[in-house]
């Protein structure tokens, strides 16, 4: 698996790949209006540029914490920085308490989550203008053995790394 230098980025620093990967259609004053107070941003740096991003923040019951926005860069997809973004996310909430990290992810990124220990928690649904979905949470129990599977260095397989 490759090296990345991997860092919280303020979050203003993820939304020229978050539109670039996820949504085209909205301007960067949009997707700000959509991040959650208390979101925290890291990106994934390969020579100095930005290849991946994602966020994590609490949402939902006390312990909640969600993972969205996840987009890596079309030439960085399979080395890995999205697994490595996955990480840091995770660990970022497990660190503050988090007992569940959940996200809504798309349907051909679902492998990447179940490689970190994710168990999908819904049928497939599809999200006006964003294609299918899963709800995939990571409870208490998953958080040690995805930390386990993410430290084997799982290539990454998945055409479309990202979130809602």
Known sequence: MESFDLRAIPLEETRALRREVLRPCMTLDELAAHEPAGSVAFGAFAGGELVAVGLVGPEGEPGDWRVRGMATREDARGRG????????????????????????????????????????????????????????????????????????????????????
Do not use: K, N
């Open 81 to 164: 920085a999205g697994s490595a973004i996955l990480q840091a996310l995770v660990q970022h909430a497990i660190e503050r308490g988090a007992t569940r990290v959940w996200c809504h992810a798309r349907t051909p990124a679902r492998s990447l989550y179940e490689r970190a220990g994710f168990v999908v928690a819904s049928g497939e649904f599809e999200p006006p203008r964003l294609g299918p979905h899963y709800r995939m949470e990571l409870g208490a129990e998953q958080m040690d053995l995805g930390a386990e599977q993410m430290e084997l260095g799982a290539p990454e397989q998945t055409p479309q790394c990202a979130t809602d």
